[in-house]
């Protein structure tokens, strides 16, 4: 900011603060001076539509509260409407794409579980029960 534009604003606010001193001094006035009009200027019915306004969002959302004394119940119930065609969301019922040929239980395995997967599991297992055989001797071979 230049020094001109801080100038500018001091003497803004000065004239503001003469401004307020001279409402101050005119508040000495007695009652007998002050006029009451009868009409309501904008601002005063917007004020006024406001406070009915308000009054109204609180009044419908009037509630009763349990005896648990944190459960809120609505005394009225929620209205209703129409739901928009746009809005409508179709989803058509049971499994996704992927899943409608499955007919049986292996199917459905085979959709979880790999056959490489069932390859890999089987080498394990078969590693770990030779391991096994050579800790410990049995009297008979096993099957």
Same mark, same amino acid.
Request: without cysteine.
């Given at each position: 900011m230049t020094v001109e534009q801080i100038q500018s604003l001091l003497q803004d606010i000065s004239t503001e603060i003469d401004c307020? +001193?001279?409402q @101050?001094?005119?508040s000495d006035l007695s009652i007998e001076d002050v006029e009451v009009s009868d009409h309501e200027s904008?601002? @005063?019915? +917007?004020?006024?539509d406001n406070e009915s306004d308000l009054e109204a969002s609180l009044g419908d959302s009037t509630f *009763? %509260?349990?005896? +648990?004394k944190i459960t809120k119940w609505q005394q009225k119930e *929620?209205?209703?409407s129409k739901i928009r065609k746009h809005n409508i969301i179709n989803v058509v019922p049971g499994p996704k794409e992927c899943a409608r040929n499955i007919v049986s239980e292996i199917d459905a395995f085979l959709k979880i %579980? +790999?056959?490489d997967m069932i390859d890999e599991i089987v080498t394990c297992t078969n590693m770990y029960i030779s391991n096994m055989r050579q800790r410990v001797q049995y009297s008979r071979l096993r099957d």
């Open positions: 307020v +001193d001279d @101050e001094s005119d904008n601002s @005063e019915q +917007d004020f006024s *009763y %509260i349990g005896k +648990d *929620y209205t209703t %579980i +790999d056959l």
